[in-house]
T-cell receptor, first 117, second 109 residues
Framework: ETGVTQTPRHLVMGMTNKKSLKCEQHLGHNAMYWYKQSAKKPLELMFVYSLEERVENNSVPSRFSPECPNSSHLFLHLHTLQPEDSALYLC????????????????FGPGTRLTVL | DAKTTQPPSMDCAEGRAANLPCNHSTISGNEYVYWYRQIHSQGPQYIIHGLKNNETNEMASLIITEDRKSSTLILPHATLRDTAVYYCIVYDPGNQFYFGTGTSLTVIP
């Protein structure tokens, strides 16, 4: 496989469930990102990891818990979500998160469409 | 916050050039202009980026004005598959991308 993959593509969960979203990049990149895209709203950056260290957390509620076990994998653990958390969750990677623009083109996965009932 | 202004929507006839404008009057000297597009319910796709000079690749051309306060993305021969939301982003290296609401381009047969 090439590029950035995300699983599952669609997820329906209740407010009391615990689930995880998975992202994998096959590009040899050092930085990975989680974005949230709600209906008719701009993409919102949630988390940034560089070399497996979290470098950005944009005031995301604690019911979203990221994990980056290595530079190729990124997870988003979900628990006790609310219906307003229903959105498209996008993962992206770039060669480096803090370097110059030439190295920071972001490649996106197809996203996970999450519905919280 | 977004540093760019784009029209919310545009139409373009299939086979014609699509010219998508973007204003970024507060851009600073070290900030780049990036363009991404997002086809419905898919992840954004990188198109092109530039700093001062005009750029061209296999997907599009980017024309940046001399004062760098605005730019235009040109899709030379639009196809139906180019229907998407196009995001113009002013990017400061080392900071995050801010996507804004973009321009929804509809290519009409």
């Amino acid at each position: 496989e090439t590029g950035v993959t995300q699983t599952p593509r669609h997820l329906v969960m209740g407010m009391t469930n615990k689930k995880s979203l998975k992202c994998e990049q096959h590009l040899g990149h050092n930085a990975m990102y989680w974005y949230k895209q709600s209906a008719k709203k701009p993409l919102e950056l949630m988390f940034v990891y560089s070399l497996e260290e979290r470098v950005e957390n944009n005031s995301v509620p604690s019911r979203f818990s990221p994990e980056c076990p290595n530079s190729s994998h990124l997870f988003l653990h979900l628990h006790t979500l609310q219906p307003e958390d229903s959105a498209l969750y996008l993962c992206a990677s770039s060669q480096d998160s803090l370097a110059g623009a030439a190295l920071n083109e972001q490649f996106f996965g197809p996203g996970t469409r999450l519905t919280v009932l | 916050d977004a540093k760019t202004t784009q029209p919310p929507s545009m139409d373009c006839a299939e086979g014609r050039a699509a010219n998508l404008p973007c204003n970024h009057s507060t851009i600073s000297g070290n900030e780049y202009v990036y363009w991404y597009r997002q086809i419905h319910s898919q992840g954004p796709q990188y198109i092109i980026h530039g700093l001062k000079n005009n750029e061209t690749n296999e997907m599009a051309s980017l024309i940046i004005t001399e004062d760098r306060k605005s730019s235009t993305l040109i899709l030379p021969h639009a196809t139906l598959r180019d229907t998407a939301v196009y995001y113009c982003i002013v990017y400061d290296p080392g900071n995050q991308f801010y996507f804004g609401t973009g321009t929804s381009l509809t290519v009409i047969p």
